[in-house]
C-alpha cells in the first residue's frame, strides 16, 4: 500500500520531488573500496573483511537496484584480505541476483585487481594503472650488522623449522625455496582466479598477463583485463538512461580510541603503529608510480 502510494507521489509530482524520494528513478548503490589491503591502524583505515563487509550487504541489499557499481583504487596488500573481500562480493552478487560493476580510480593492482574481477564488467580510466598479477614478499636482513656491533642472537625453538627467514641470520637455501614454492602456489591461485573470472576476453598470453607486470587502462582494455575506458557515471547512464541514482553506500565508522589504555594509550600505540603502516602504504603505492 505504502509503496503504490509512493509510486503515484512520484509519478503525478516528478517534476518537483527531490531526486531521492522519486521512485522512477533507477538507483544503482555505490561502495568505494579505497587504500592498501589488510593494513588498517586506528588513523589508517585500510581494506579488510571487516571493515567492507557492512557497506556490502546494505548495498546488495537495496531490492530494486539492477546492479552494484564497485569504485576501487587499490595498489593491493593481503591476498587473504583481498580474497575474502572478491568471495563476499561474488555471494552476495549471486545471492541477490545483481550485477556488479567495478570502476577502477588510480589503480587495481595485485589484490586490488582480484577484488575488481569480483565484478561482472571492469571499466577504467586511460590512465589507471591496472594489473601486477603477481605476489611478492620482502624483508631486510641484520645478521652483519648485528654481527658488527657485536650483538649475539639467541633463539630457542621446539621444532627445527620454528624459525624461518630469521632477519638476523644468513639467509638458508632451504627457506628460500620453501618461501618460493609458497609464493608459486598463491601466484597460480591468482592466476586461475582472473581465467575463471575474465575468460574469453583475456587477450594475451600467460607468460605476460601473469607475469607482475602493470599496465595502463587503455593497454590493460587491449589485453582484456578490463572491458572498456569510462567513469562511474558516464558507463551507468549510458547503461541505464539519465533518470538514476548512484547513492554512495558507506559502512559505519569505528571510533578509535575504544581500546585498552584509554585516549592517551590509543594516541601513542596510534603514533607507532601509523608510522610502519604509512612507511608500507607508500611502498607499494610507490612501485606503481604512483
Known sequence: MADSFLSFVSRRFRGILPRKWRKDLTVVPVVR??????????FSQSL???????????????????AVA??????????VQSHLIFRRIRALAEEKEKHVFAFVEDAAASGGYMIACAADEIFADPCSIVGSIGVVTAGFGFDKAIEK?????????AGERKVTLDPFRPTQPEDVERLDSLLKELHTV?????????????????ALLFSGEFWLGTQAAG???????GDV???????????????LVQGASSFP???????AGAVARSAAEGVAAAVEERALWSRLGL
Open 33 to 42: 573500496l579505497a587504500g592498501p589491503i589488510g593494513m588498517s591502524t586506528p
Open 48 to 66: 579488510t573483511l571487516a571493515n567492507t563487509a557492512k557497506a556490502l550487504d546494505k548495498a546488495f541489499a537495496i531490492k530494486d537496484a539492477p
Open 70 to 79: 564497485l569504485l576501487i583504487n587499490s595498489p593491493g596488500g593481503s591476498p
Open 149 to 157: 656491533l657485536g650483538i649475539e642472537r639467541r633463539v630457542f625453538t
Open 190 to 206: 591468482f592466476a586461475d582466479l582472473v581465467r575463471s573470472r575474465r575468460g574469453a576476453a583475456l587477450a594475451a598470453d600467460d
Open 223 to 229: 589485453l582484456g583485463l578490463v572491458d572498456g575506458l
Open 233 to 247: 557515471r558516464g558507463i551507468l547512464k549510458a547503461r541505464y538512461g539519465e533518470d538514476m541514482l548512484l547513492p
Open 257 to 263: 580510541f575504544r581500546r585498552p589504555g584509554g585516549f
